[in-house]
C-alpha cells in the first residue's frame, strides 16, 4: 500500500504560511483557505483555541530543548517542535485510531502561534525541563 503525500503537502503549506507570514505580517485570504483546505475543522479549532488560550514555550538556555505546553480551563497538553503527536483524545482518536485527520488542534495551534509569534517563552534550566518530562512520564504511568 502506497503512502499519501496529502500529509506531506499540507505540512508543507504549513511552512511556507509560516514564512509567508514572517513577510507579510498577516496570513493572506489564500493561505488561509489552503491551509483550510487540508486541516478542515482542525484548523478551526486551533485558530479558536488560540483566540482564547496561550501557548507557553518552555526552552533550555541553549534552546536545545523545547517543549510547548497548550492549557485551557480544564486541559494540558504538551508538543514538542516539529513532531506530530499530542497527548490528547482527539489526536488518540481522528490521528491515530479513525485516520481522518492529519493532527489535533494542540499541534497546530503550536504551529500558527510559532508562526505568529504569539507565545509566551519561558527560558527553565535543564533539571526542571527533565521534572516536566518526568512529571509527564507519571501521568504515563496511571
Known amino acids: 500500500m502506497e503512502k499519501s ?3 506531506k503537502l499540507a505540512f508543507a503549506i504549513l511552512k511556507e504560511s509560516e514564512q509567508l507570514y514572517k513577510i507579510k505580517g498577516c496570513f493572506e485570504s489564500d493561505i488561509l483557505e489552503s491551509l483550510y483546505s487540508n486541516f478542515h475543522d482542525t484548523f478551526l479549532e486551533a ?3 488560540l483566540e482564547k488560550y496561550k501557548v507557553h514555550q518552555y526552552s ?3 534552546k536545545l530543548r523545547t517543549m510547548y505546553k497548550v492549557a485551557t480551563y480544564n486541559e494540558l497538553h504538551t508538543v514538542f517542535e516539529n513532531i506530530n503527536y499530542c497527548t490528547c483524545d482527539g489526536f488518540t482518536k481522528h490521528v491515530l485510531d479513525l485516520k481522518d485527520r492529519l493532527t489535533c488542534k494542540h499541534v497546530l495551534a503550536v504551529s500558527i502561534a510559532r508562526s505568529t509569534g504569539k507565545i509566551v517563552e519561558e527560558i ?3 533539571a526542571t525541563y527533565e521534572e516536566v518530562l518526568n ?4 501521568f504515563f504511568d496511571d
Do not use: R, V
Not at 512529571?135 to 507519571?138: A, K, N
Open 124 to 126: 527553565i534550566n535543564p
Open 47 to 49: 485558530s479558536e483555541l
Open 135 to 138: 512529571t509527564q512520564l507519571e
Open 5 to 7: 503525500i496529502i500529509p
Open 60 to 62: 533550555t538556555p541553549d
